[in-house]
Protein backbone atom coordinates (compact mmCIF):
# COMPACT_ATOMS: atom_id res chain seq x y z
CA UNK A 1 0.00 0.00 0.00
CA UNK A 2 2.96 2.45 0.54
CA UNK A 3 4.59 1.80 -2.53
CA UNK A 4 1.28 2.94 -4.16
CA UNK A 5 1.07 5.82 -2.25
CA UNK A 6 4.48 6.74 -2.87
CA UNK A 7 3.99 6.66 -6.94
CA UNK A 8 0.40 8.37 -6.71
CA UNK A 9 2.21 11.17 -4.72
CA UNK A 10 5.33 11.09 -7.36
CA UNK A 11 2.58 11.09 -10.75
CA UNK A 12 0.86 14.38 -8.78
CA UNK A 13 4.59 16.42 -8.27
CA UNK A 14 4.91 15.82 -12.01
CA UNK A 15 2.24 16.62 -12.94
CA UNK A 16 1.55 19.99 -11.16
CA UNK A 17 5.53 20.35 -12.05
CA UNK A 18 4.63 20.57 -15.90
CA UNK A 19 2.40 23.37 -15.40
CA UNK A 20 4.34 25.83 -13.41
CA UNK A 21 5.21 29.30 -15.32
CA UNK A 22 8.20 29.71 -16.78
CA UNK A 23 10.83 31.81 -16.35
CA UNK A 24 10.35 34.08 -13.45
CA UNK A 25 6.69 32.83 -12.55
CA UNK A 26 5.31 34.27 -15.51
CA UNK A 27 3.26 32.04 -17.98
CA UNK A 28 4.23 31.29 -21.83
CA UNK A 29 4.41 33.84 -23.99
CA UNK A 30 5.42 36.68 -21.09
CA UNK A 31 8.78 37.56 -19.50
CA UNK A 32 9.39 38.89 -15.84
CA UNK A 33 10.30 42.50 -15.41
CA UNK A 34 11.13 43.86 -12.37
CA UNK A 35 12.49 47.23 -10.63
CA UNK A 36 13.20 48.35 -6.92
CA UNK A 37 10.80 46.51 -4.89
CA UNK A 38 8.74 45.38 -8.03
CA UNK A 39 8.08 42.59 -10.95
CA UNK A 40 5.16 41.79 -13.19
CA UNK A 41 4.61 39.69 -16.21
CA UNK A 42 5.06 41.23 -19.57
CA UNK A 43 3.94 39.52 -22.90
CA UNK A 44 6.84 39.22 -25.31
CA UNK A 45 6.60 41.07 -28.81
CA UNK A 46 7.95 39.23 -32.02
CA UNK A 47 10.79 41.23 -32.32
CA UNK A 48 12.09 39.94 -28.82
CA UNK A 49 13.86 37.00 -29.96
CA UNK A 50 12.38 34.75 -27.88
CA UNK A 51 11.93 31.60 -28.67
CA UNK A 52 8.49 32.31 -26.37
CA UNK A 53 7.78 34.91 -28.12
CA UNK A 54 4.87 35.45 -30.45
CA UNK A 55 5.13 32.73 -33.34
CA UNK A 56 5.95 34.33 -36.40
CA UNK A 57 5.08 32.64 -40.06
CA UNK A 58 7.36 30.29 -41.54
CA UNK A 59 8.70 31.21 -44.65
CA UNK A 60 8.45 28.39 -46.86
CA UNK A 61 10.63 28.02 -49.73
CA UNK A 62 8.45 27.71 -53.02
CA UNK A 63 8.82 27.91 -57.02
CA UNK A 64 6.63 28.52 -59.79
CA UNK A 65 4.77 26.30 -62.27
CA UNK A 66 4.35 28.43 -65.33
CA UNK A 67 0.70 28.49 -66.53
CA UNK A 68 0.59 29.45 -70.33
CA UNK A 69 -2.96 30.38 -72.28
CA UNK A 70 -2.99 31.22 -75.87
CA UNK A 71 -5.86 32.53 -78.72
CA UNK A 72 -6.68 31.27 -81.84
CA UNK A 73 -9.05 32.26 -84.33
CA UNK A 74 -10.36 31.78 -87.52
CA UNK A 75 -11.08 35.74 -89.16
CA UNK A 76 -12.92 34.47 -92.28
CA UNK A 77 -15.46 32.36 -90.10
CA UNK A 78 -15.30 35.01 -86.91
CA UNK A 79 -14.31 32.02 -84.87
CA UNK A 80 -12.02 32.63 -81.74
CA UNK A 81 -10.71 29.63 -79.50
CA UNK A 82 -8.61 29.80 -76.26
CA UNK A 83 -6.88 28.08 -73.55
CA UNK A 84 -5.85 28.77 -70.31
CA UNK A 85 -3.72 27.43 -67.39
CA UNK A 86 -1.64 25.05 -69.81
CA UNK A 87 1.77 24.19 -68.64
CA UNK A 88 3.45 24.44 -71.83
CA UNK A 89 3.28 27.13 -74.92
CA UNK A 90 2.79 23.93 -76.93
CA UNK A 91 -0.33 22.87 -74.86
CA UNK A 92 -1.98 25.93 -74.83
CA UNK A 93 -1.66 26.72 -78.95
CA UNK A 94 -3.21 23.55 -79.63
CA UNK A 95 -5.95 23.48 -76.87
CA UNK A 96 -6.63 26.95 -78.56
CA UNK A 97 -6.29 25.88 -82.55
CA UNK A 98 -8.90 23.07 -81.55
CA UNK A 99 -11.24 25.31 -79.36
CA UNK A 100 -11.22 27.34 -82.78
CA UNK A 101 -11.71 23.89 -84.98
CA UNK A 102 -14.67 23.04 -82.55
CA UNK A 103 -16.39 25.98 -82.95
CA UNK A 104 -16.47 26.04 -87.04
CA UNK A 105 -12.85 27.31 -87.38
CA UNK A 106 -11.46 25.64 -91.03
CA UNK A 107 -8.15 28.08 -91.02
CA UNK A 108 -7.59 28.83 -87.15
CA UNK A 109 -4.32 30.45 -86.68
CA UNK A 110 -2.38 31.23 -83.12
CA UNK A 111 -2.73 35.36 -82.29
CA UNK A 112 -0.70 35.17 -78.81
CA UNK A 113 0.49 32.65 -76.33
CA UNK A 114 1.29 34.23 -72.89
CA UNK A 115 3.10 32.46 -70.00
CA UNK A 116 2.01 33.50 -66.28
CA UNK A 117 0.02 36.96 -67.10
CA UNK A 118 -3.15 38.29 -68.71
CA UNK A 119 -4.59 38.45 -72.34
CA UNK A 120 -7.03 40.29 -74.18
CA UNK A 121 -8.01 40.44 -77.87
CA UNK A 122 -9.70 43.38 -79.07
CA UNK A 123 -11.79 43.76 -82.59
CA UNK A 124 -12.68 47.07 -84.13
CA UNK A 125 -14.39 47.93 -87.28
CA UNK A 126 -11.68 46.29 -89.64
CA UNK A 127 -9.13 45.05 -86.93
CA UNK A 128 -8.51 42.86 -84.47
CA UNK A 129 -4.99 42.85 -81.93
CA UNK A 130 -3.70 40.91 -78.95
CA UNK A 131 -1.95 42.09 -75.89
CA UNK A 132 -1.08 40.32 -72.98
CA UNK A 133 -0.24 42.46 -69.69
CA UNK A 134 0.61 41.66 -65.58
CA UNK A 135 -2.75 41.83 -64.86
CA UNK A 136 -6.24 41.50 -66.86
CA UNK A 137 -6.81 45.74 -66.59
CA UNK A 138 -3.58 46.22 -68.40
CA UNK A 139 -3.86 43.63 -70.82
CA UNK A 140 -7.43 44.94 -72.05
CA UNK A 141 -5.51 48.36 -72.30
CA UNK A 142 -2.98 47.62 -74.18
CA UNK A 143 -5.21 45.75 -76.62
CA UNK A 144 -7.10 48.93 -76.71
CA UNK A 145 -4.74 51.38 -77.12
CA UNK A 146 -3.54 49.70 -80.11
CA UNK A 147 -6.68 49.16 -81.99
CA UNK A 148 -7.30 52.99 -81.02
CA UNK A 149 -4.64 53.93 -82.80
CA UNK A 150 -5.10 52.01 -85.96
CA UNK A 151 -9.65 51.53 -86.15
CA UNK A 152 -12.41 52.18 -84.84
CA UNK A 153 -15.16 50.90 -82.53
CA UNK A 154 -12.92 49.03 -80.45
CA UNK A 155 -14.00 46.89 -78.18
CA UNK A 156 -12.90 43.68 -75.74
CA UNK A 157 -14.22 40.21 -77.17
CA UNK A 158 -12.44 38.22 -74.65
CA UNK A 159 -9.35 38.39 -71.30
CA UNK A 160 -8.40 36.57 -68.93
CA UNK A 161 -5.49 35.59 -67.09
CA UNK A 162 -3.39 32.32 -66.35
CA UNK A 163 -1.69 32.96 -63.22
CA UNK A 164 1.95 30.88 -61.95
CA UNK A 165 1.27 28.40 -59.48
CA UNK A 166 3.45 28.75 -56.44
CA UNK A 167 4.41 24.95 -55.27
CA UNK A 168 6.67 24.57 -51.93
CA UNK A 169 9.78 22.65 -52.68
Same mark, same amino acid.
Given at each position: MTRILVRLLTLLVIAFSATTHAEGGC? !? =? #? $? !? #?? =?QGWQTC??????????QGTPQPVHVPSKSLD????????TVVGVIGTSADKTTWNEAEREAISNCQ?? =?GTACNIDIS $?????????? =?NSMKNSKGGSNQAQAEQRAMEQCKKDDTNCRVIYSACSLPIEVPQ
Open positions: P !P =G #Q $Y !P #QH =GVPMSASSGSPQWQAIATDEK =G $YANGCVAMVF =G
